[in-house]
């Protein structure tokens, strides 16, 4: 099915370890993003892409690099994990004409990290 | 300081009757605002939006109103089903259909309908 895959679904680290979060769609969207959901915070976004070869910092950027790697591809990496990075990290993408809005986004169905 | 906030953590109702969510934000940029309804271990699906050129926005059972002058919007759910438990999001945006354009969200509402 068309949509936003992310991997992988569930991921436990130790505390000063790596990881990368991968992100991939198939709806040729020019625009991809990374966000992190917290109870009571909502969901803030960590980086953005708006287009293939640009990236941009978000509201919470600390502590994260992302990387677009093609027009269908975008990455996100925690160099060196930290407690309070444990969350649902959830991708997503936007582009013009998708579905019922003229504007939205669609979103994977997260990844779980939790770092002890 | 969260430019969009919804103030109610959770809403319990009973099947049939009306749900309504609220959502109010602070930055008069915002032009474009939109609903998310996300299942547990699931991502955000859209909903509905509404354009502030409008006040009122409706798709089927769902409804949604714009008070700019209040900066503040509704999601009125009529009739309420067991399948709407769920958490609501409330978005906002500036500018539409820009690429690169970032939603910023609200906290959510936890939505139990009860049979």
Redesign the interface.
Known sequence: NAGVTQTPKFQVLKTGQSMTLQCAQDMNHNSMYWYRQDPGMGLRLIYYSASEGTTDKGEVPNGYNVSRLNKREFSLRLESAAPSQTSVYFCASSGKGQGRSNYGYTFGSGTRLTVV | D?Q?K?NS?SLSVQEGRISILNCDYTNSMFD?F?W?KKYP??????LI?ISSIKDKNE?GRFTVFLNKSAKHLSLHIVPSQPGDSAVY?C?A?EG??N??????????TRLMVKP
């Open positions: 969260q969009v919804q953590p474009y939109l998310y271990a699931e991502g955000p699906t859209f939006s798709d999001f978005a945006s539409v259909g690429a690169g354009n970032m939603l910023t969200f609200g906290g959510g």
